[in-house]
């Protein structure tokens, strides 16, 4: 599939047994053949799954549906073609306040027709902005999956080899991380309030019928 161009406006699924599990409305920054950057403004709204009751849901189950959330945090995502994780840096809305680096191990990203597919595998790790600290995230949610047998104790052996590996590039400040990342800023025609709704509510109706 073709390359999309800076500015596109596309998808972000997250898919579980071909069923669409999470779907938020990016902007692509870059799409090289070593690094995807994409980015999701705050006040973005985009698609979580909830059980019967209502109540958002960490792992999935039996059924689920998508309501929608609005997201809080500006959040620029770094992604090496075929890794296991991306790489988020997070701020609060306008790019006020960097908040920091989040590690979100996964499978690795799928071109589509309409974005990326991908399926998130439980385990995070929370960066201090400095990059001089930080720990495990959701590892309680990581042991109830290999409980319930959605994730190996094989898979997860794998998942911290790959984020120990993810924290030592990352605070190595080697490339793709050697860039001023934190400073970067979106491009003023990406900002009018009337684009980030329409992309919104036009891509996540694009993108409906897929994988259900």
């Known amino acids: 599939m073709q390359r999309w161009k800076s500015g ?11 069923k669409i ?6 902007t692509v920054v870059q799409d090289e053949r070593d690094l995807l950057v994409l980015y999701t403004f705050a006040g973005t709204v985009r698609k979580r799954p909830v059980g019967e009751d209502g109540q958002f849901l960490r792992l999935p189950e039996v059924s689920w549906s998508l ?13 090496i073609p075929g890794a296991f994780y991306s790489v988020l840096l997070l701020w609060t ?8 680096w989040y590690l979100n191990l996964e499978n690795p990203l799928c071109r589509t027709a309409t974005g990326f ?3 998130d595998q439980v385990l995070d790790i929370i960066v201090s902005p400095d990059r001089l600290k930080w720990y495990w995230k959701d590892e309680d949610e990581l042991l109830e999956a290999q409980a319930r047998g959605l994730i190996s104790a094989q898979k997860a052996t794998m998942l911290r080899r790959e984020g ?7 605070c190595s400040g080697l490339p793709p ?13 990406w900002l009018a309030r009337e684009f980030r709704e329409n992309r919104s509510s036009a891509l996540l109706n694009r993108g409906a019928g897929e994988g259900q």
């Open 8 to 18: 596109d406006q596309i998808v972000l699924r997250e898919m579980y047994e071909g």
């Open 21 to 26: 599990w999470t779907e938020t409305p990016v």
């Open 67 to 79: 309501v929608d959330e609005v997201c809080k945090l500006d959040a620029l995502r770094l992604v």
């Open 93 to 100: 809305e306008g790019q006020r306040e960097f908040v920091g």
């Open 117 to 119: 597919d991908f399926l």
């Open 164 to 170: 120990n590996r993810a924290i030592k590039l990352l």
């Open 177 to 189: 991380f050697d860039g001023n990342w934190e400073n970067w800023r979106p491009h003023r025609d």
